[in-house]
């Protein structure tokens, strides 16, 4: 069982994370998810813009892994296997998802400032074609999946409500039909049910009564007067 400190930062960093999300949503420049050849000239056109929302996607991932990674081990009895086998898939996925994601938006970035914008171009086709990513890019979706049997294992251990799972299956169609979209409000709607799984998520972290302190209410009620 993870000590309140753990539990509290998890928790604030579940928060941080549809914070950083937030943020990143509004700060990405139109046509980030276009063609690579429209992604390069947005990157060298904005630069700031793209260099902002990319660190605040890399930090939004990887602090939602950190809260996904803590809550799995809140789970002992009801709901051990579903909680501890989705939520390390998930949270990996999301830490891979931050670092992958972070670097090739980083290489991006110094592409679109380089000369003969028409072989960069090649060089991100043949990047995200490459099949050294493929590895990476299975947990990726692999996590999106497992992110459901963490979150009827949190139900199943009576943590939160029949919302959480629903609104998971729901986030992650939301996610997978907003992803190539560089409409703001369309991946603001999308995002909306994760972000509510996440908030949630923080909720159970920082509602979850340390046990040496219960333990000690229990003596205090128990000792004679």
Do not use: K
Not at 46 to 71: D, G, I, K, Q, Y
């Amino acid at each position: 069982m993870p000590t309140v400190t753990t539990r509290r930062v998890a928790g604030g960093a579940a928060l941080a994370a549809v914070v950083l999300r937030l943020v990143s949503i509004v700060t990405w420049p139109p046509d980030s998810d276009a063609s690579h050849a429209r992604m390069l000239a947005t990157a060298g056109a904005h630069p700031t813009a793209w260099n902002l929302a990319t660190w605040a996607e890399v930090l939004c991932w990887t602090t939602a892994s950190f809260a996904v990674l803590t809550a799995l081990w809140l789970v002992g009895g009801r709901g051990f296997w579903l909680t501890r086998i989705g939520g390390w898939e998930y949270g990996v996925s999301l830490l891979v998802l931050g670092i992958m994601g972070g670097a090739m938006n980083a290489v991006t970035g110094v592409l679109a400032h380089q000369p003969s914008p028409r072989a960069m171009v090649t060089v991100i086709d043949d990047l995200h074609s490459a099949g050294s990513l493929a590895p990476f890019v299975m947990i990726v979706l692999l996590g999106e999946l497992f992110a459901v049997p963490f979150a009827f294992g949190l139900r199943r251990a009576g943590l939160v409500g029949l919302w959480f799972p629903t609104a998971t299956v729901v986030a992650i169609v939301g996610y997978v039909a907003t992803s190539d979209s560089s409409a703001h409000l369309v991946v603001l709607a999308g995002f909306v049910p994760l972000a509510a799984t996440w908030l949630g998520l923080a909720r159970v972290l920082t509602d979850v009564p340390d046990p040496a302190r219960a333990t000690h209410s229990a003596d205090r009620a128990i000792a004679p007067a």
